[in-house]
């Protein structure tokens, strides 16, 4: 069962009591939240859009700071056509033609919400390594706010830096 729960959920990434809440239930029922059959339970902030391959969400846990901060969140990528994990947590998952799904998707968020400016990333494998919290695969759509006296950056984990 532990390297079940390794495998779905990082909890000390964790960054909002109810966020680690949320994901210690999860974990004792042995199930992924941004699974299709248990999102809707397990996440606040409705489906905004929705493809073939991803579904689009505001974050449940907005980094601080950001103006607007949103997730798409890879459905399984299991097809008749194309068997990879039916939990994809590696680019391998990733069937080749969902990346232009995503990228349209965000392309249409990013006119809906008329950004001037935002980023984009995406984290994979060993959550210990990159700070994730779930290993779904998941994209992040972030836009910060505009540059004023005494602006910092908004900073998100994507590894340990080597010294």
Same mark, same amino acid.
């Given at each position: !069962?532990?390297?079940?729960?390794? %495998?779905?959920?990082?909890?000390?990434?964790?960054?909002?009591? =109810?966020?680690?809440?949320? !994901?210690?239930?999860?974990?004792?029922?042995?199930?992924?939240?941004?699974?299709?059959?248990?999102? @809707?339970?397990?996440?606040?902030?409705?489906?905004? !859009?929705?493809?073939?391959?991803?579904?689009?969400? @505001?974050?449940?846990?907005?980094?601080?700071?950001?103006?607007?901060?949103?997730?798409?969140?890879?459905?399984?990528?299991?097809?008749?056509?194309?068997?990879?994990?039916?939990?994809?947590?590696?680019? %391998?998952?990733?069937?080749?033609?969902?990346?232009?799904?995503?990228?349209?998707?965000?392309?249409?968020?990013?006119? =809906?919400?008329?950004?001037?400016?935002?980023?984009?990333?995406?984290?994979?494998?060993? !959550?210990?390594?990159?700070?994730?919290?779930?290993?779904?695969?998941?994209?992040?759509?972030?836009?910060?706010?505009? @540059?004023?006296?005494?602006?910092?950056?908004?900073?998100?984990?994507?590894?340990? =830096?080597?010294?």
């Amino acid at each position: !069962m532990e390297a079940m729960k390794k %495998k779905l959920m990082l909890t000390e990434n964790a960054r909002h009591e =109810k966020q680690l809440a949320k !994901m210690q239930e999860c974990l004792s029922l042995g199930l992924c939240p941004f699974c299709p059959e248990h999102f @809707k339970k397990y996440h606040d902030a409705p489906v905004l !859009m929705e493809g073939n391959w991803w579904i689009i969400t @505001k974050n449940d846990y907005p980094y601080e700071g950001s103006t607007h901060h949103y997730l798409a969140i890879a459905k399984n990528f299991h097809t008749d056509s194309h068997k990879t994990s039916e939990h994809p947590t590696d680019l %391998k998952d990733i069937h080749p033609v969902a990346w232009p799904e995503l990228f349209k998707l965000f392309t249409d968020l990013e006119k =809906k919400l008329e950004v001037k400016g935002g980023g984009v990333f995406l984290r994979f494998g060993d !959550m210990s390594r990159t700070g994730a919290t779930i290993a779904h695969i998941h994209v992040h759509f972030i836009v910060g706010g505009e @540059k004023k006296d005494g602006s910092e950056w908004l900073c998100a984990a994507l590894g340990y =830096k080597n010294k």
